[in-house]
């Protein structure tokens, strides 16, 4: 991949670097380096909600379970790499009682993210899978109201810290689902009411209670129906901050051409595109007959090393295509650790002893190496100007181990002045 093609990613600003007189340092060693990617990396963050609450006994969850004694190691590796956590709100078990929702828990979670200064995302605010079993019995409008107060409580206790929600998830097949013994009440609503009136149900009430996040639109189904539920939604005056686009690869790596396509057909709505679920494999891939990815269960998927090879070299060039591409605004892969992982796939980054896979250490020299301004020695000129090349982002200047921050804020040609908060030794 050549440079140009990242061009939308970085930017070149002139810094002119100032005494705390407003006098120019001129012909001075400055040291500048990388503090954050303004991209989002994400992960799901599901794994350390224990650890986050210090909690020290394994907590039920759909998955993203790994045992807490694990998540000191797996928070430093995950801290490593990644700067947005997806945070698990599946209604069932976030509220399985009516009106005692685990609202501390997961608040606790968010602001433990957001402490060691990363963005933090909700997943999902309504959805039919997962839909807790009190809301089943319930007439339409009663389930509708419901939803509605879920929504509002959800956003409104979350704002400040959760900042992104995945509005509404798998609207595509939510009318018709039909892989539980019995009909969820999300699904009966999507029935009576419509795709469009529950994607709009979702969306204003989300908006109402907290008008700066961003809403996403997600789903795993990229046929066309999926565009169809976009020209609709948009036709009806829905606002939809980013498109959501899932992409695990159980079946496997979908190769540059089809994720190229993929984009540019989603791309056409004028909208960001967030690739919200990513996965590749470490181990055999899922047979392709399978239309249903839950229905593929066997007792033991393990990680392989001639799979973890193809894992490292795939997510590189996954990653390589995505940011090539300038609709896509955010990339989260779907679990740090195969501990707990979804459908008991080898997917993860990290093994589930806790070793890192060769594809954790592939992401990581994309984030943090080629991506990444290391600690860069430079010299101002004559105007106490310097250049600084680098991926958009926070950045920090040192002048004789004074520091100043800056950013790098949009591609392309800027500038910009510092001053330091003391002066230098000559």
């Not at 990396?41 to 394994?58: K, Q, R, Y």
């Not at 929504?151 to 509005?167: I, L, Q, S």
């Amino acid at each position: 991949m050549t440079a140009t093609q990242l061009d939308h990613r970085s930017g070149a600003l002139v810094v002119t670097v100032l005494d705390t007189g407003g006098r120019p340092l001129s012909h001075r060693e400055v040291i500048v380096e990388q503090r954050a990617h303004a991209f989002p990396f994400g992960n799901i963050g599901f794994d350390l909600v224990a650890l986050a609450n210090e909690e020290t006994a394994p907590a039920p969850g759909v998955f993203g379970a790994a045992a807490p004694d694990h998540a000191v190691r797996l928070a430093g590796l995950w801290l490593e790499v990644f700067n947005t956590a997806t945070l698990p709100f599946y209604w069932s078990g976030f509220e399985p009682e009516p009106g005692r929702p685990g609202t501390g828990r997961l608040r606790r979670a968010a602001t433990w993210f957001a402490d060691r200064g990363c963005r933090v995302k909700g997943h999902p605010l309504v959805w039919h899978t997962l839909a807790p079993d009190w809301l089943r019995e319930l007439p339409a409008d009663q389930v509708e109201a419901a939803v509605r107060a879920r929504v509002r409580r959800e956003v409104t206790d979350f704002a400040g810290v959760v900042d992104a929600w995945d509005a509404i998830n798998e609207a595509v097949i939510m009318p018709v689902f039909r892989n539980e013994p019995r009909r969820n009440a999300i699904t009966r609503l999507a029935w009576e009411r419509g795709r469009i009136a529950t994607v709009r149900l979702a969306f204003e009430e989300a908006r109402a209670a907290d008008p700066a996040a961003t809403l996403v639109l997600n789903d795993f189904d990229v046929s066309p129906a999926y565009e169809c539920l976009i020209e609709g939604v948009l036709e009806a005056g829905i606002r939809v901050d980013a498109i959501g686009l899932q992409s695990h690869m159980h079946q496997g790596y979908w190769g540059e051409e089809r994720t190229l396509a993929v984009l540019d057909r989603f791309a056409r709505y004028g909208l960001p595109i967030h690739l919200t679920e990513t996965t590749l494999l470490s181990g055999d891939l899922m047979p392709a007959h399978i239309e249903d990815l839950n229905d593929y269960q066997v007792a033991c998927w393990p990680s392989t090393p001639e799979g973890e090879q193809r894992q490292a070299d795939e997510i590189v060039r996954h990653y390589r295509t995505l940011l090539a591409h300038p609709a896509v605004q955010a990339i989260t892969y779907w679990g740090l650790t195969d501990e707990g992982a979804w459908l008991g796939a080898p997917c993860g980054l990290v093994r589930a002893d806790g070793s890192p896979k060769p594809a954790y250490d592939a992401l990581r020299n994309l984030v943090k190496g080629e991506w990444w301004l290391p600690p860069t020695s430079l010299r101002t000129d004559g105007a106490g100007r310097v250049e600084v090349r680098g991926f958009l982002g926070d950045y920090q200047l040192y002048c004789a181990g004074r520091p100043a921050p800056f950013t790098i804020a949009a591609p392309g040609p800027a500038a910009t002045t510092i001053r330091l908060a003391a002066d230098p030794a000559p």
